[in-house]
């Protein structure tokens, strides 16, 4: 399993160490420091996420005119395609008329995975998902291989999968003093301008602590 890190704007250098970067369309477009390590990142040789989703807790598609701005920004290898969160049929609506709007672009785009039941999912072996946390609790059976987004209950939940995970959680845990072991209760979600960073070494102690517990999978 690869790992990525999902840090605020402030901390991008220093917690976001592998080679897997998750980006959002809205702050790469109106960010300059945000834009500018994703830019070098993307210079660099690291694979590229795009999600293109708004910046906030809950699942919704970004304004396409965002998302065309920042696909003329960076050359993602991965576009998480918009979706609703729970919300299946608007999902896989918004899915058609995205793979019109961005024809150059198709072999890059990943289904994100809405609904409120495994019946509905209807997951093909074949496919490459994009999974969002508030979705593992519907799939009895999760796909081995699959682009997982955010942690829904523990570090280690997705041990033996293969993919890649990209998760805040490390970052989440440390900005409030808590090791990575303890994650419960879960921490609140980022806003992504955080500006406090009062425990680094917890912090980063975490961030390595996942990506070790995740080597070699």
Same mark, same amino acid.
Request: glycine letters at 6%.
């Given at each position: ?5 999902? /840090?605020?704007?402030?901390?991008? =250098? ?7 970067? !998750? ?7 109106? *960010? ?5 390590? !994703? ?23 970004? $304004?396409?005119? #965002? ?9 993602? $290898? ?5 979706? !609703?969160?729970?919300? +299946? ?24 995975? *809405? ?11 074949? +496919?490459?998902? /994009? ?9 009895? &059976?999760?796909?081995?291989? /699959?682009?997982?987004?955010? @942690?829904?209950?523990?570090?280690? =939940? ?7 995970? #990209? ?14 072991? @303890? ?9 992504? !301008?955080? %500006? %406090?960073?009062?425990?680094? &070494?917890?912090?980063?102690?975490? #961030?390595? @602590?996942?990506? $070790?517990?995740?080597?070699? =999978?």
């Amino acid at each position: 399993m690869k790992i990525g890190i999902i /840090a605020p704007i402030k901390f991008l =250098e220093t917690y976001c160490i592998t080679d897997v970067q !998750y980006v959002l369309p809205r702050l790469l477009v109106e *960010e300059s420091l945000y834009r500018d390590f !994703y830019i070098y990142r993307e210079k660099k040789g690291d694979t590229i996420i795009l999600d293109c989703r708004i910046p906030h807790w809950k699942r919704q598609p970004e $304004d396409f005119n #965002v998302i065309e701005k920042a696909l003329g920004l960076l050359l993602p $290898d991965f576009i998480v395609a918009p979706s !609703y969160m729970f919300n +299946s049929k608007l999902t896989r609506e918004t899915f058609k008329k995205f793979l019109k709007e961005v024809p150059h672009h198709k072999g890059k785009i990943i289904r994100c995975i *809405e609904g409120t039941s495994e019946r509905e999912l209807k997951l093909g072996k074949d +496919s490459l998902y /994009a999974i969002p946390s508030h979705m593992f609790r519907f799939l009895d &059976k999760l796909p081995k291989n /699959a682009i997982y987004i955010e @942690n829904h209950l523990e570090p280690s =939940e997705l041990m033996g999968r293969e993919g890649i995970l #990209v998760t805040s959680l490390p970052i989440r845990l440390g900005l409030q003093g808590r090791l990575l072991t @303890n994650f419960r209760p879960a921490p609140d979600s980022l806003t992504l !301008y955080e %500006e %406090e960073d009062l425990y680094p &070494k917890i912090t980063m102690g975490n #961030v390595k @602590n996942l990506i $070790d517990i995740y080597k070699g =999978e």
